[in-house]
């Protein structure tokens, strides 16, 4: 028998996201973030569920050429633009738009071979102060594009710092309008769950469409949100821990009374966070309990005393649908997105619908 760890992907949950998202949306378009190999769902699972967006952003070209392999057809939008000649032809050859935040790439875009791409997305550095032009220099580079000939279209964005925080978007939104009117890119899932004013032509949700939350005080599901992923294991094997008796590397937790403990299957090296503390929620024959003591890279330790009927291979869920991801991440001083998109290679993943069996 292999190892019992697995991980679910639900389409039809990610579906269910981009559908909330398009409620809030309003009139604008979506582009749908899938970079990061769809933040560890895996592109190709998810990209057809995608297609009821406008578009689809990722981050790599190698992302793109699946795409189009795959026979999307829609809008792909490459986040940071092209890495070199090479890359800007191939993204002329298959139909991509490059997003251009740098004065290299706009040189290069002009002067391309077999002319610039149909569309390109011009990104303005409003104060995150990560990628994009800062104001003079972006308006020089779209006047440079405006009267450079090219008959394509583009679309301005930028990328806010503060959304998901009481900062919000105010000071950002005031470089904007000073940058000019145009067909705008700028609300993330922050944005476009809290600030209408910030949705404009085209809008990107990211973490919202894999049921994971922004903000620090707000679930997912409160937010009308579905997990797509559900991580899960098996208890392997149970000890009973008398009072002072101490359990894992470092013996962090030593119990104050006899304790039953299950060790699960499951530990750093699958993506689990090395830095959950004693306390972090999990599930255990669908009943929540805890974490005790320090994650391995094989295994953690979980609270059975609330689960008297849990033995050896009672199931566990570390995240999905009775405990969410954010909360296994906020004790380990993190956010959900890293969590999944830390899911290691050798855990096998389920596409809820296919029959095929998990692929690590």
Known sequence: MS??????VDPAAFAHNLAVARSHAGPARILAVLKANAYGHGLDRL????????????????AAVRLRGNGYAGSVVLLEGCFGAAELG?????????VVHVHEQLEAL????GGCPGEVWLKLNSGMNRLGFRLPAFREARQRLESSGWSGKFTLMTHFANADDGRGVAEQLAMVQAAGDGPWSLANSAALLRYPASRAAWVRPGIMLYGATPFADQSAMALGLKPVMTLTSQVIAVQTLAAGESVGYGWTFTAREATRVGIVACGYADGYPRL?????PVAVDGVRTRTLGRVSMDMLYVDLTTVPSAGIGSPVELWGQAVAVDEVAAPAGTVGYELLC?????VPVRVLGDASPPVA
Do not use: H, K, S
């Open 276 to 280: 959950a503390p004693t306390g972090t």
């Open 110 to 113: 002009l002067q391309a071979r």
């Open 3 to 8: 190892r019992p760890i697995r991980a679910t």
């Open 90 to 98: 191939e993204a002329l050859r298959i139909g991509v738009t490059p």
């Open 47 to 62: 990209w057809p569920a995608a297609q009821a967006a406008d578009g689809i952003a990722v981050l790599e070209m190698d």
């Open 342 to 346: 830390a899911l290691a290679p050798r």
